[in-house]
């Protein structure tokens, strides 16, 4: 608690020296949620009976304060409480945040955040290969990030980025937590139009609360293109290495890291209107399960409107991982839903997921969760 309040008093004493000054220009945005859902299998338990209804109810609350010319707080927030109406009781989840930006001229522009959030492993089952092993466990993770971008001319651009997460599972005997950091550096040329090609340079450090450290480091050529009106893509294809030495059960490697392919790309159509984007990775992600594991992960988002008050999104995602001494484990979800804007602030939307994770024990378990909600989207200038 204590180093939550000072991550955030640091974030936010800025903004209560000149608030009194950009008063009238704060915006202040708030929505609300009230949800109702169904699913066979909320936790992806292998018990039988495993059935259960819900009632929910979300708060979400965003500030956005000019300090200045060129400089913005943004302070959000979510709070949420979930009523199920059997066995499993109820929960409290949320997060909040806080970014400072300053655009100190074209050339240069700093940014800075810190955040905390407290989500459920089965709400956040693909952001996470954690989620596979401990689908019942509360998420909580603390965060800080600093970033600073220099572009000297039109055609380069320098950024450098460093980054701290504390992640833990309370009450879990099966997920660690992790201290992590991470450090990068990226140099960019727009070489025409359409076109940026780039160099990045990471370093990441994992530490689990009853073992040691792992690490990995990684250098890989970055290309943004835009390939005509309404396509646009960006990868990232590198080495990394990587130190698994610091984990019980696995020999040290003596600093003779392995080397191996480490990437991402992403593609998107974005036409007046329609939005698709797929995505894939393969990389080493921060785990309770020990530091740092290899993951393979993609994704597919598609948004559509219906019409000049309708939408359909639609989305899946995918991720394996496997870390020595706990074998190969894969999360996929795949969402659908349909919102409809009743007035300018109230709407409307009833959707359904499919939840699938892999046990320790090798067995597939899934879920089906279907909802119906009203969303309240107010606004105050």
């Known amino acids: 608690m204590p180093v939550r309040r000072m991550l955030f008093g640091a974030i936010a004493a800025p903004a209560a020296i000149f608030a009194p000054k950009c008063l009238a220009q704060t915006e202040i945005r708030i929505e609300a949620d009230a949800n109702v859902l169904y699913s066979d299998n909320p936790f992806l338990s292998s018990d039988k009976n495993t059935d259960a209804g819900a009632a929910e109810i979300v708060a979400r609350p965003e500030i956005e304060v000019p300090l200045g010319p060129g400089t913005t707080i943004e302070v959000g927030g979510r709070a949420g409480f979930r009523q199920y109406t059997r066995r499993y009781g109820n929960f409290v989840t949320g997060r909040a945040d806080a970014t400072f930006r300053h655009r100190d001229s074209e050339y240069l522009t700093l940014m800075s955040n810190v ?20 689908t019942r466990r509360m998420r909580q993770a603390y965060g800080a990030r600093t970033s600073v971008e220099w572009n000297p001319n039109a055609r380069w651009q320098f950024l450098a980025d460093a980054g701290w997460q504390k992640t833990s599972y309370p009450g879990s005997t099966l997920l660690q937590s992790t201290n992590a950091y991470d450090v ?42 835009r390939l005509n009106a309404n396509w646009r893509a960006d990868a990232t294809a590198g080495i990394e290495w990587a130190s698994l030495g610091g984990l019980p059960g696995i020999p040290n490697n003596n600093g003779n890291d392995r080397s191996r392919f480490s990437g991402s790309v992403n593609l998107c159509y974005d036409p007046r209107r329609m939005t698709l984007c797929l995505t894939g990775a393969i990389r080493s992600e921060v ?15 598609l948004a559509v409107p219906t019409s000049t008050r309708g939408r359909v999104t639609a989305s899946a995602d995918y991720r394996r991982a496997q870390l020595p001494g706990f074998g190969e484990t894969d999360v996929l979800r795949g969402s659908a839903a349909y919102e409809h804007r009743m007035t300018e602030t109230i709407s409307v939307r009833a959707g359904a997921d499919y939840l699938q994770r892999t046990r320790a024990d ?20």
């Open 184 to 225: 990068g550096v990226t140099a960019s040329r727009r070489v025409s139009e359409l076109m940026t090609v780039g160099l990045r340079g990471e370093f990441t450090s994992s530490r689990i609360a009853n073992g040691g450290t792992t690490e990995a480091k990684s250098i890989g050529v970055t290309v943004a293109r």
């Open 115 to 134: 955040a905390y959030s407290r989500e459920l492993a089965a709400d956040v089952l693909t952001d996470s290969i954690d989620a596979a092993v401990d």
């Open 287 to 301: 785990s309770g399960l020990g530091g740092l594991q290899r993951e393979t992960a993609v994704g597919a988002t």
């Open 362 to 381: 090798g067995n597939r378990v899934g879920a089906v969760v279907v909802q119906i909600g009203v969303t309240y989207r107010g606004r105050d200038r």
